[in-house]
């Protein structure tokens, strides 16, 4: 079993910067694909970005703003979200499996309880 604690979600203005923190217990995850999805109220919930040993992957949407990265020595994964637009706001969750074709889709085994990211205008 993998547990998965984010962290870093809060109020911003539109225009700045967040970095959210996925840690990982349980398993070491270095060999995972590890993945951020996000959920906005009423709206179904959304591939982010996502990692593969060290290939990333991002939405349409987030591409040139947001960027994924580990830190296998502490069985971590980031999002650091650049230049937030009001529309970023949402539920973002962090999402973990062995499977490695997983990667952009929602069939991830292991998720976290999600944090908060409000992007005010």
């Known amino acids: 079993q993998v547990q998965l604690v984010e962290s870093g979600g809060g109020l911003v203005q539109a225009g700045g910067s967040l970095r959210l923190s996925c840690a990982a217990s349980?398993?070491?995850?270095?060999?995972?694909?590890m993945g951020w999805f996000r959920q906005a109220p009423g709206k179904e919930r959304e591939f982010v970005a996502a990692?593969?040993?060290?290939?990333?992957y991002y939405a349409d949407s987030v591409k040139g703003r947001f960027t994924i990265s580990r830190d296998n020595a502490k069985n971590t994964v980031y999002l650091q979200m650049n230049r937030l637009k009001p529309e970023d706001t949402a539920v973002y969750y962090c999402?973990?499996?062995?499977?490695?074709?997983?990667?952009?889709?929602?069939?991830?085994?292991?998720w976290g309880q999600g944090t908060q990211v409000t992007v005010s205008s």
């Open positions: 999402a973990a499996d062995s499977r490695l074709s997983v990667l952009t889709t929602d069939k991830y085994n292991y």
């Open positions: 349980g398993r070491t995850v270095s060999s995972y694909a």
């Open positions: 990692i593969r040993w060290s290939s990333t």
